[in-house]
């Protein structure tokens, strides 16, 4: 497998990650009350820590995707531009 591949796969998954993130987000307003209301009789948690949940749940995923997928894209990238300097 070279850099390109890896690098291909990595951008595809960091759009993939953005998508869920605003998948969640477009889950999440409208159906907020749903879900509070079904995780509620489940786990007794209030409306607030739901949110706060939620909340946390959405970060995780952007900091997933940049971290994990963005920036070593972003530096495979540059390392394959060097090469291609050095050959030229």
């Known amino acids: 497998m070279t850099l390109d ?3 291909k796969i990595l951008i595809r ?3 993939m990650g953005i998508a869920f993130q605003l998948f969640l987000l477009l889950w999440a307003l ?3 009350e749903f879900a509070h209301s079904m995780h509620s009789k489940l ?3 209030s409306r607030h820590e739901f949110d706060l949940i939620m909340y946390c749940c959405m ?8 971290v994990g997928f963005l ?3 972003l530096a ?3 390392v394959m531009r060097q090469q ?3 050959l030229s």
């Open 5 to 7: 591949t890896v690098a």
């Open 76 to 78: 495979i990238r540059l």
């Open 71 to 73: 920036i070593p894209y």
């Open 59 to 66: 970060g995780l995923v952007k900091l997933v995707s940049i």
């Open 13 to 15: 998954c960091f759009w």
């Open 30 to 32: 409208p159906g907020a």
């Open 43 to 45: 786990f007794q948690i």
């Open 84 to 86: 291609a300097k050095k």
